[in-house]
């Protein structure tokens, strides 16, 4: 996946923002103020993406080389995914999309896109 493909599927989202509050390389996607995934947009070498604490147990054990514990974040709630080509695009958008879903069903029922 490329930094072009990430960025165009989280934006295809409803609702979907993207920002860099962090710094000029740090991109961040953001639902109705919500971060739910962010990268390096220089070196786009990972992603970090939000799931449940069982999830990201699960997805790290599986995949240990490419799925870790989220880099400056909370490491209960959020894992870093290296983009080094070991899972398939398919895969990763699944991933961002759950990511998202996630955030979503947090939002007050008024806010939900």
Request: proline share 7%; hydrophobic share 40%.
């Amino acid at each position: 996946m490329t930094i072009d493909t990430f960025r165009a599927h989280c934006l295809s989202f409803d609702g979907v923002t993207e920002s860099f509050p962090f710094g000029g390389d740090t991109l961040v996607f953001k639902v109705y103020g919500k971060m739910f995934a962010l990268c390096d947009a220089d070196m786009f070498e990972s992603i970090n993406l939000k799931w449940p604490p069982e999830v990201n147990i699960d997805r790290r054990e599986e995949y240990p080389e490419t799925v870790m514990p989220g880099y400056h974040m909370n490491k209960a709630h959020w894992s870093t995914v290296a983009m080094d080509g070991r899972i398939p695009d398919r895969v990763l958008k699944e991933w961002i999309r759950e990511s998202y879903d996630i955030i979503v069903a947090s939002l007050p029922k008024a806010k939900r896109p």
